[in-house]
């Protein structure tokens, strides 16, 4: 279904991100898989097959988002997808934030930069440099991966939420800039709470049974990667509707 298809996903070593990815070389496109840390970009890569790559980049960072971008398009000839999922939960800044949420004035400020500055900042330097690229090659997707709305203002959930919302916002704009371009920029998020590592150890059976498989997000973002989709732009996707809303699908 995407053989040709070029895609580079972000934060892609675990949870949505590594599920994202699998599912993209499952359904034949080439994908390089980016962390901060190399051996982990790599091992994930190996883990999942021949077709994806892992490579080091922090999204945090310019000059290490330019360069590595520099790489993936020297390495695949190009992209077609950009996946900018890259991003980092409440266990960084309150490990039992679910049972025991903490006030946004306990919060540190390094706890609050790091969440951010991954979630929006990297998300808009990623695709600040890849979409300039799409442009000149005549076209290309972007998928934005956000969150429920009401996890935006959760009570316990700075700087999680406010992340999420800044996320969202920026996607809609970025959507706006590109609506008489080539490229097609689209959200997607799960719809709900994953069995992800953002989860943390204490919770109780009642949460876990709620959580949803990371691997929901894999058919909405094959399809946004497709032929099908080549005029969807500015759409916001919930995944765990998605079979319900695309039933031929």
Do not use: C
Request: no cysteine; charged share 20%.
């Amino acid at each position: 279904m995407l053989a040709g298809v070029r895609a580079l996903v972000t934060g892609g070593t675990s949870g949505l991100g590594r599920a994202m990815a699998e599912a993209l070389a499952a359904a034949g496109a080439r994908v390089v898989l980016t962390s901060r840390d190399a051996d982990r970009a790599a091992s994930a890569a190996q883990q999942i097959g021949a077709r994806v790559a892992g490579r080091a980049m922090d999204v945090r960072d310019a000059d290490a988002v330019d360069e590595g971008v520099d790489q993936i398009y020297q390495e695949l000839g190009g992209l077609d997808l950009l996946v900018a999922n890259a991003g980092i939960g409440m266990r960084t800044v309150n490990p039992r934030f679910l049972t025991e949420p903490q006030p946004f004035w306990a919060v540190t400020p390094p706890g609050f930069r790091n969440v951010v500055d991954t979630k929006v900042a990297g998300t808009f330097l990623t695709v600040r440099a890849v979409v300039p690229r799409m442009l000149a090659a005549g076209g290309g997707r972007v998928v934005v991966v956000s969150m429920n709305t009401a996890t935006m203002s959760r009570r316990g959930f700075v700087p999680y939420g406010p992340a999420g919302a800044a996320v969202e916002s920026l996607a809609r704009i970025m959507a706006a800039d590109l609506a008489d371009t080539s490229v097609r920029l689209n959200i997607l998020l799960p719809g709900g709470a994953t069995a992800t590592g953002m989860i943390p150890e204490d919770a109780g059976d009642a949460v876990r049974a709620r959580l949803l498989d990371p691997a929901i997000m894999g058919p909405p973002l094959v399809w946004l990667a497709s032929r099908a989709a080549s005029d969807v732009h500015g759409q916001r996707i919930d995944a765990s509707r998605f079979s319900l809303e695309r039933p031929d699908l």
